[in-house]
């Protein structure tokens, strides 16, 4: 298992970057075990998710999902190189070790197990692409169950979760807002309109609306227990002394399950209202507008999961509990799979420097594997 997350590790899959010379690698991988495999190809043709069953006849089956892609290592300061596996105190750490080529490479340790037993269902395994930037690699696969590809009654989305049992997620939608001002010379602002102090002024309204959000909403089963915008990133002008014409900012929205996302309509109220009355007085061409980059869909297991029982029985345990980042399992459960999250790694870890998964949870996901292999053989 070791050696495989030393392997996957050593591709650099980044979003941005090819994912194929690992789905080349686990290709063979699988062959080498007799096992066939489908590629769904990205529209591209530079990433591809691969689609694995083993053993079992006919429907349904268990499938075991993750993400073959990792967040960027720019700007981090790493001890050691990040694509290559290095143990320090009973950790591995590299890029993907927690989030979530640890689970992968356990995954992939298990097949001889899987192998050697008759299985009374299949086991499929799924590995995306594009995860980390939207979760938009998986959902071309999806669209082809019940298809060419066959659909699993239950999945396992094995996301770093210290092996806890994950039966709700929130729901990501993510914006940009451009601003579109006038340029001057900055010894006359009032010639120009300036797009950087707008933008700032939507960012403060941004918290404002976040900063209310608690008083409304509270389901204690998150953390935090409310809807939250967090603004990302924001670029505008090109030298000190012009007035910006334009300037643009990503925000994020976080919701929880059960609430409706407004930010983006009463970010456009304010504008709308505050800001560009005053902009247009100076320039017909004054403009604000938000765009709605991509949205994940919250998960919320149904309430008699498949999927949440398995975990529970395989893990051994009673609890389940919710987070706050958001999966590939929202988008399996709405397109009708029962879905679970379950995985090694703490998420903590992930997208950080340093990333590691400590040897301790790599070893409680191959017994949890170990034991799905049990409980699906005759
Ligand atoms: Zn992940």
Redesign the pocket.
């Known amino acids: 298992m070791r050696e495989l997350l030393a392997t996957l590790v050593g591709f650099d899959t980044t979003s941005s970057k090819s994912n194929l010379a690992l789905i080349g690698f686990v290709e063979d991988y699988f062959k080498s075990h007799g096992i066939g495999s489908l590629r769904v190809s990205s529209p591209d043709g530079f990433k591809s998710d691969l689609f694995a069953t083993i053993g079992g006849s006919g429907k349904g089956g268990i499938g075991l999902s993750g ?1 073959s892609d990792c967040v960027p290592v720019e700007g981090q300061r790493w001890a050691s190189d990040p694509f290559t596996l290095t143990a320090r105190d009973g950790k591995l750490y590299g890029r993907g070790s927690c ?2 080529k640890g689970f992968l490479a356990c995954v992939l340790a298990s097949v001889p197990l899987f192998k050697t037993r008759t299985l009374k269902e299949p086991v499929h395994l799924i590995i995306s692409y594009d ?2 930037v939207g979760c938009t690699g998986v959902r071309p696969l999806i669209a082809r169950l019940d298809k060419d590809l066959p659909r699993p009654r239950a999945i396992i989305v094995g ?2 979760t210290s092996m806890a049992v994950i039966d709700a997620h929130k729901r990501i939608d993510a914006y940009r807002t451009v601003v579109h001002g006038r340029e001057a010379h900055s010894s006359l602002p009032a010639l120009g309109v300036n797009a950087i102090s707008a933008a700032a002024a939507l960012v403060c309204e941004l918290d404002r609306i976040g900063g209310a959000i608690p008083k409304k909403e509270n389901d204690p089963h998150f953390e935090p227990p409310y809807s939250t915008i967090s603004v990302g990133t924001i670029k505008g002008g090109t030298a000190g002394n012009i007035v910006p014409k334009n300037c643009e900012f990503q925000w994020q929205v976080r919701s929880l399950p059960s609430a409706t996302p407004s930010a983006s309509r009463d970010l456009a109220a304010f504008a709308e209202k505050s800001l560009l009355p005053k902009m247009k007085q100076v320039t017909d061409e004054a403009a604000i507008e938000t765009t709605a980059l991509n949205s994940v869909p919250a998960f919320v297991a149904g309430n008699t999961s498949e999927a949440v029982a398995l975990a529970l029985k395989l893990t051994g345990t009673e609890q389940t509990r919710a987070v706050s980042y958001t ?1 590939e399992a929202g988008l399996f459960e709405q397109a009708g799979c029962a879905s679970v999250i379950c995985g090694p790694g703490d998420i903590a870890q ?1 997208h950080a420097a340093d990333e590691f998964v400590s040897i301790e949870q790599l070893d409680a996901c191959m017994a949890f594997l170990s034991a799905l292999a049990k409980e699906l053989g005759t």
């Open positions: 993400h989030d979530m995860e980390e996301e770093p999966t992930a």
